[in-house]
């Protein structure tokens, strides 16, 4: 059984600060990883994938991956009261066409 | 623009009842997913298909199924409906290696 786990939180941070959300996964053979973010009531989009070992930087958000640890994550700087959502962790064990495994999500709550 | 459609977007229906949820892509893509949502479930992967005449059954398949004669659609069809069905289905397609899923808006499906 492939598992996805994420804290379901709520994670609460204050406007500007830095949102640290973490995932980790049971396939030692994972190759793949993703971040989706998911607004109330809206279907999820992506934010951001990674592959190889370190760190991915995409604007105001920076992906990490630690294969041997098995544990990616996703750092939002400036947070802001918009970026208020559930992340949703996703992995796909092979780099061909197998389905996401998905984690139940993090709820991010971004005070002003 | 390409897209991904589901319909319909609201459904109530009564307990016994066979419904059928619409998903259209206009990405091209092989590959095309059926999720649910659930409070406390996250994503949970109900059927797949990779190509047309081709289907797979995920973790929660039971009581549901898909057929794909074609590479824009892939209905998804409860048999009999039943309350434990009550769900936001999600619809996803992604191109080869998987890179980004894009998903649909999500019928939110209730069975009373």
């Known amino acids: 059984q492939k598992e996805v786990e994420q804290n379901s939180g709520p994670l609460s941070v204050p406007e500007g600060a830095i949102a640290s959300l973490n995932c980790t996964y049971s396939d030692r053979g994972s190759q793949s990883f993703f971040w989706y973010r998911q607004y109330s009531g809206k279907s999820p989009e992506l934010i951001m994938f990674?592959?190889?070992?370190g760190d991915k930087e995409d604007g105001r958000f920076t992906a990490q991956l630690n294969k041997a640890s098995q544990y990616v994550s996703l750092l939002i700087r400036d947070s802001q009261p918009s970026d208020s959502a559930t992340y949703l962790c996703?992995?796909?064990?092979?780099?061909?066409?197998?389905?996401?495994?998905f984690g139940k999500g993090t709820r991010l709550s971004v005070i002003a | 623009d390409a897209e991904i459609t589901q319909s319909p977007r609201h459904k109530i229906t009564e307990t016994g009842r066979q419904v059928t949820l619409a998903c259209h892509q206009t990405?091209?893509?092989?590959?095309m997913f059926w999720y649910r949502q659930d409070l406390g479930h996250g994503l949970r992967l109900i059927h797949y298909s990779y190509g047309v005449q081709d289907t797979n059954k995920g973790e929660v398949s039971d009581g549901y199924s898909v057929s794909r004669s074609n590479t824009e659609d892939l209905p998804l069809t409860l048999e009999s409906a039943a309350s434990s069905q009550t769900s936001v289905y999600f619809c996803?397609?992604?191109?080869?290696?998987?890179?980004?899923?894009?998903f649909g808006q999500g019928t939110r499906l209730t069975v009373v």
């Open positions: 990405w091209n893509h092989n590959n």
């Open positions: 996703a992995v796909n064990v092979n780099s061909g066409n197998t389905p996401l495994v």
């Open positions: 996803a397609s992604t191109g080869q290696g998987n890179t980004e899923a894009f």
């Open positions: 990674i592959y190889s070992n």
